[in-house]
Each structure stands twice: as C-alpha cells, then as structure tokens.
C-alpha cells in the first residue's frame, strides 16, 4: 500500500531524530543549558532559531531531553482535550436532564423562551401631531415635493400614529397618506377618513416606521377630490 504524505513526512522526521541522537553523543555535555532551559525550549507553540534550540539540535544529550519533554506535553494536552469533551458531555446531559425534567414536572405548559416580544399590531403606537394646516403644500409633480425645505415633522423610528391636522377647507372623506423615499418612491400607504372637531379637519393613520433608516421623507396626502399633496418630514 502507499504511504500517505503524512507517513512519508513521519518517516523522515523519525530518521532526522535518530540520527541527531546518534551524531552528537557530546559525552562532556558542553555547552549544555540544562534542563530548565531545555523544557523551556520543548514547550514552544513553533520552533525558535534561537542559541539555545542551536544548542540542542546538535547535542544527543539535550536533544534527548527535548524529546521526552516533548512526549510528556503532548500526553498532558491528550488528557486536557479529553477532560475537556467529558466535562462538555457531562454539561449537555445535565442541561438535557434538566430541561427533561421540568418538563415532565411542569408539563408542557409554556413553550421555552419565545415569543417575548408582543407582534408589532399589540404595541402602542406613539402619537405623531403633523400640523398641516397652514402650510403650503408642493403639488406632485411640482419640483422635487419640496423635500429640501425644512420638514413639517421630524418622527422617530417606530411605530406612530400620526395626528394629521389638514389646511383648513379640506374636504371630508376618505384620504389616502402615503410616505415616499428620497427619490420619491411609494413605500407606505394607508388610507383613512377624517374627523372634524374645533373647526380643525384631521386624520389618524398608523405606520411602521422602525425598518426606515434615518433621513429626508416625504409625507403624500391625496383628498377624495384633490391631488397628491407632498410635505417633507424627517425621520431620525
Ligand atoms: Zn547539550
């Protein structure tokens, strides 16, 4: 069978061992470091070109040391992997354990931790007021909507009912408000009736705006018997 280039590679690294330990028997331990030095070098993550790892490469004596530092790490760090998986194993089996047993004392009551946040329609929108009344609004069609003049209200990103007090002498009836991007694109709408009270016509709508990225938007507003009318309003 042939041998895999880790075997190959195994090989070699065994002929260069022995033959290091055979050249240089150094029987008068010249130059030698000593132990310390030698554990020192073996408990390096990569090999350092250094005096002392120059020294060992060329003393059987030192050489033999390093190997059997060697060998004693690597045993050490099988037992720490193996430490390691079984105290995993054990902590999996006591979650699981856990986890089965109050399940069979509490019984299947309450799925575990979901759903804690309320679906978006259960939360309180926060209220808007968008005063309109007496601003002049931009036609569609007429120059940008008007977006680079100063918005008419600037709504934080969440949910809001907006409170919008439309110019007095709007008709009653059904609306349609719909926010547009900076490019004047469409990206909700919502269609509402008004209401009247203290002479001040006005319409609730409510949006979503928490996925929306702060900037310049633009407010559209159509009436039953009007044209869109634009207003630009500020989202932060
Ligand atoms: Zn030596």
Redesign the pocket.
């Given at each position: 069978m042939p041998e895999s280039p880790e075997q190959i590679s195994n090989e070699i690294r065994d002929l260069l061992q022995q033959a290091v330990l055979r050249d240089y028997p150094?029987p008068d331990?010249k130059?030698?470091?000593g132990s310390e030095v030698v554990r020192e070098v073996a408990q390096r993550q990569s090999p350092v070109e250094d005096a002392a790892w120059e020294?060992?490469k060329r003393?059987s004596?030192?050489y033999r040391e390093f190997l059997d530092f060697r060998a004693v790490l690597a045993t050490a760090r099988k037992k720490r992997v193996r430490r390691n998986r079984i105290v995993l194993a054990l902590t999996v089996s006591a979650v699981v354990g856990f986890w089965v047993w109050t399940r069979s004392t509490h019984g299947a009551q309450k799925p575990p931790v979901l759903a804690q946040r309320p679906p978006a329609a259960v939360v309180n929108p926060v209220v808007a007021k968008v005063n309109i009344q007496l601003l002049s609004a931009v036609r569609d069609g007429d120059d940008a909507a008007g977006q680079n003049s100063k918005p008419v209200a600037t709504i934080n990103r969440q949910i809001v009912q907006m409170e919008l007090s439309l110019p007095v002498g709007s008709d009653e009836g059904t609306y349609e408000v719909r926010i547009l991007d900076g490019q004047l694109r469409p990206i909700m709408s919502r269609g509402a009736s008004t209401t009247f009270a203290d002479h001040v016509t006005s319409l609730s709508v409510t949006f979503d705006l928490s996925s929306l990225t702060p900037g310049a938007y633009v407010l559209g507003v159509k009436g039953p018997k009007s044209d869109w009318r634009s207003y630009p309003i500020a989202v932060r």
């Open positions: 150094n331990r130059g030698c470091m020294h060992i003393c004596p030192c």
